[in-house]
Nanobody, 123 residues
Framework: QVQLVESGGGLVQNGGSLRLSCAASGRTFSRYAMGWFRQAAGKEREFVAAITWRIGNTYYVDSVKGRFTISRDNAKNTVYLQMNSLKPEDTAVYYC????????????????WGQGTQVTVSS
């Protein structure tokens, strides 16, 4: 079992930055690939970024490439999402998730989810 708790969301102006954190419980955290997803009001859940568990390869949706960075600290059981140059269209609830697969962009393939943290970017 892995329990995930996100933090770091909030209200930020257009062009600002936020860093989301996802703290995981469970001794096997380091064996899971981790992903960040987001869901805006009235829209489907969207893949944002993922990081593999051992080598730490990273993957991003095109709309955040060059602006967002996913990273993980296995010693602290924590995954981060650094978000720079935020835009109003980044406004959503952001979720972290864990998968036992190498990495996935499909939310259905993730086994564990956090409760989400709201990110609002004002124009």
């Amino acid at each position: 079992q892995v329990q995930l708790v996100e933090s770091g969301g909030g209200l930020v102006q257009n062009g600002g930055s936020l860093r989301l954190s996802c703290a995981a419980s469970g001794r096997t955290f380091s064996r899971y690939a981790m992903g960040w997803f987001r869901q805006a009001a009235g829209k489907e859940r969207e893949f944002v970024a993922a990081i593999t568990w051992r080598i730490g390869n990273t993957y991003y949706v095109d709309s955040v490439k060059g602006r967002f960075t996913i990273s993980r600290d296995n010693a602290k059981n924590t995954v981060y999402l650094q978000m720079n140059s935020l835009k109003p269209e980044d406004t959503a609830v952001y979720y972290c998730a864990a998968t036992s697969l190498y990495y996935e962009t499909r939310w259905e393939e993730y086994d564990y989810w956090g409760q989400g943290t709201q990110v609002t970017v004002s124009s």
